[in-house]
């Protein structure tokens, strides 16, 4: 039988049980927007994340008097360090005047000499910026001739590492109650919209329908609802998203392939919850 | 030899408000068959029929269908088996939101059809229920005469090798249950075997085939 069919069948399905129907619509939307809110609060904290872990570099102080060839040498060793993404040189009164304008002008008037070190500044890529594997890098930089020390701001990579972890299972742990939850509200919401047509059940078991019929009919309906309330939680959080905006929050909306990921979702999640809510009925 | 196509043995039905319904009826209905099963209301008639579609089980007893007994646990031959039959039900039990083509095209969609094959099937009965002007609507749109019509053009859209309808004449005048029981002998004129209940017993009056009348869930005749 043909897809087209099917839809026409879901569709009109759908609408034949107004009532249930719409109730069982907005209960739904109601719990994907919760999810499409938990995503986009998700995915702006991973990207403030990233933000963040981008900073995350090991300054590399060098011994004074260093001659510029050994100096070369040592920024071609640095950067064969399995994880070392680039090195920028900072020298030492690059390094004051960063410091100046951090502190502020005055507070550093009355020194004659210069004290700060020059020193590399080396960019590691993504995959290496926790705290494990800065410490390793740092170590190594440590042996090399020319480096009088270190420092990969150790208390910040720990409560970032820390925090990221913290997040993770938080996060984790409410995407499956919200998965979950989100399918047996969708099976119960079918079923009782299900139990309203249970007379056009029993016709068409009369009429010889196989259980693959039936299986098909619950199948689209699901699909249909799990996709039209995912697309119309997706539209309400786009709102709100452009409200925060308006009130100046600084939030970014989800990318569009996370967007129709979640339609995806939705017309995935309905499918399971159609099938899942026919059980005995289909007897 | 007889090609016996319905088949009831010893059987009995008691429902669990311990109505009797049926007591050990034994009957053979043979393939091609016209024959009308009468009786007051609550005589056991919609019963009967309820087990013949295999919407109840009987409480003890056996009722087989062209060799298969209806207590087949195997849900993919009880469809098959009730694909064969075609049935008129008392309340008609049409799809209200559907217009009457879509009801009539139903079945033949749970069949797997093609759509053209149900396009020219759906308009050829339409036709000669003279319903086909008024496909578009809704069954609550038309009159109660054509709402008899329409389930009973349902009941045979699909070529079922049995008919059984409850109360096919219901609300019906002379005239009309006249014309009805025309366009079933036409049907059985095919091969379709066809068994019909009824409480109006003047409606059978002049009929010519086998009656069997029902009384307090017993077979009189």
Same mark, same amino acid.
């Given at each position: 039988?043909?897809?087209?069919?099917?839809?026409?069948?879901?569709?009109?399905?759908?609408?034949?049980?107004?009532?249930?129907?719409?109730?069982?619509?907005?209960?739904?939307?109601?719990?994907?927007?919760?999810?499409?809110?938990?995503?986009?609060?998700?995915?702006?904290?991973?990207?403030?994340?990233?933000?963040?872990?981008?900073?995350?570099?090991?300054?590399?102080?060098?011994?004074?008097?260093?001659?510029?060839?050994?100096?070369?040498?040592?920024?071609?060793?640095? +950067?064969? +360090?399995?994880?070392?993404?680039?090195?920028?040189?900072?020298?030492?009164?690059?390094?004051?005047?960063?410091?100046?304008?951090?502190?502020?002008?005055?507070?550093?008037?009355?020194?004659?000499?210069?004290?700060?070190?020059?020193?590399?500044?080396?960019?590691?890529?993504?995959?290496?910026?926790?705290?494990?594997?800065?410490?390793?890098?740092?170590?190594?930089?440590?042996?090399?001739?020319?480096?009088?020390?270190?420092?990969?701001?150790?208390?910040?990579?720990?409560?970032?590492?820390?925090?990221?972890?913290?997040?993770?299972?938080?996060?984790?742990?409410? %995407?499956?109650?919200?998965?979950? %939850?989100?399918?047996?509200?969708?099976?119960?919401?079918?079923?009782?919209?299900?139990?309203?047509?249970?007379?056009?059940?029993?016709?068409?078991?009369?009429?010889?329908?196989?259980?693959?019929?039936?299986?098909?009919?619950?199948?689209?309906?699901?699909?249909?609802?799990?996709?039209?309330?995912?697309?119309?939680?997706?539209? +309400?959080?786009?709102?709100?998203?452009?409200?925060?905006?308006?009130?100046?929050?600084?939030?970014?909306?989800?990318?569009?392939?996370?967007?129709?990921?979640?339609?995806?979702?939705?017309?995935?999640?309905?499918?399971?919850?159609?099938?899942?809510?026919?059980?005995?009925?289909?007897? | 030899?007889?090609? =016996?196509?319905?088949?009831?043995? !010893?059987?009995? /039905?008691?429902?669990?408000? &311990?109505? #009797?319904?049926?007591?050990?009826?034994? @009957?053979? #209905?043979? /393939?091609?068959? &016209?024959?009308?099963?009468?009786?007051?209301?609550?005589?056991?008639?919609?019963?009967?029929?309820?087990?013949?579609?295999?919407?109840?089980?009987?409480?003890?007893?056996?009722?087989?269908?062209?060799?298969?007994?209806?207590?087949?646990?195997?849900?993919?031959?009880?469809?098959?088996?009730?694909?064969?039959? !075609?049935?008129?039900?008392?309340?008609?039990?049409?799809?209200?939101?559907?217009?009457?083509?879509?009801?009539?095209?139903?079945?033949?969609?749970?069949?797997?059809?093609?759509?053209?094959? #149900?396009?020219?099937?759906?308009?050829?009965?339409?036709?000669? &229920?003279?319903?086909?002007?008024?496909?578009? @609507?809704?069954?609550?749109?038309?009159?109660? !005469?054509?709402?008899?019509?329409?389930?009973?053009?349902?009941?045979?859209?699909?070529?079922?090798?049995? =008919?059984?309808?409850?109360?096919?004449?219901?609300?019906?005048?002379?005239?009309?249950?006249?014309?009805? =029981?025309?366009?079933?002998?036409?049907?059985?004129?095919?091969?379709?075997?066809?068994? @019909?209940?009824?409480?109006?017993?003047?409606?059978?009056?002049?009929?010519?085939?086998? #009656? =069997?009348?029902?009384?307090?869930?017993?077979?009189?005749?």
């Amino acid at each position: 039988m043909s897809l087209v069919f099917w839809l026409k069948e879901s569709f009109a399905g759908f609408f034949r049980e107004k009532g249930s129907a719409f109730i069982s619509f907005f209960v739904n939307t109601f719990f994907f927007l919760i999810f499409a809110i938990f995503l986009l609060v998700t995915y702006n904290l991973y990207t403030f994340t990233q933000k963040v872990k981008q900073k995350m570099e090991i300054d590399v102080y060098l011994v004074e008097g260093l001659t510029e060839k050994e100096n070369e040498e040592l920024k071609s060793k640095i +950067i064969k +360090i399995e994880g070392v993404e680039g090195t920028i040189f900072r020298t030492k009164e690059k390094a004051l005047k960063e410091l100046k304008n951090y502190l502020g002008k005055d507070i550093l008037e009355g020194l004659e000499s210069n004290p700060l070190p020059s020193s590399w500044v080396v960019k590691l890529k993504p995959a290496y910026q926790n705290l494990e594997k800065m410490q390793k890098i740092s170590s190594q930089i440590a042996k090399l001739k020319g480096v009088e020390e270190t420092d990969y701001g150790k208390f910040w990579v720990e409560k970032i590492d820390r925090l990221l972890e913290i997040f993770l299972w938080i996060n984790l742990i409410l %995407g499956i109650l919200i998965v979950t %939850g989100s399918l047996f509200l969708m099976i119960h919401t079918l079923r009782t919209i299900r139990q309203s047509k249970a007379e056009e059940v029993m016709l068409l078991n009369l009429l010889g329908a196989e259980r693959s019929f039936l299986r098909k009919i619950f199948l689209f309906e699901g699909i249909m609802q799990g996709g039209v309330c995912a697309f119309f939680s997706l539209l +309400i959080l786009y709102i709100l998203h452009r409200f925060f905006i308006y009130f100046g929050f600084e939030l970014d909306f989800l990318p569009l392939s996370l967007s129709i990921a979640f339609i995806f979702f939705g017309f995935l999640l309905g499918g399971v919850a159609g099938l899942l809510s026919g059980g005995k009925k289909l007897n | 030899m007889k090609d =016996i196509i319905i088949k009831a043995q !010893g059987v009995t /039905k008691i429902y669990e408000s &311990f109505k #009797i319904a049926l007591k050990n009826i034994d @009957l053979e #209905i043979e /393939k091609g068959e &016209f024959l009308f099963l009468v009786g007051s209301n609550g005589a056991g008639k919609t019963t009967s029929l309820k087990l013949l579609w295999m919407e109840e089980e009987p409480s003890s007893g056996m009722v087989f269908i062209d060799g298969c007994s209806t207590l087949e646990k195997d849900k993919k031959r009880v469809s098959d088996l009730r694909r064969k039959l !075609g049935l008129v039900f008392e309340d008609l039990k049409l799809m209200r939101k559907k217009t009457l083509e879509d009801n009539l095209a139903f079945p033949l969609r749970v069949l797997g059809k093609n759509e053209k094959y #149900i396009k020219s099937k759906v308009a050829e009965l339409l036709g000669t &229920f003279n319903l086909y002007s008024k496909r578009r @609507l809704l069954p609550e749109e038309i009159s109660a !005469g054509e709402r008899k019509k329409l389930a009973i053009a349902r009941a045979v859209i699909n070529e079922p090798l049995i =008919i059984l309808g409850d109360e096919p004449f219901g609300g019906l005048d002379e005239n009309y249950s006249s014309e009805i =029981i025309d366009f079933f002998k036409q049907v059985n004129f095919k091969g379709t075997t066809v068994f @019909l209940a009824t409480h109006r017993t003047n409606l059978v009056r002049n009929f010519k085939g086998r #009656i =069997i009348q029902l009384e307090n869930g017993e077979i009189r005749r």
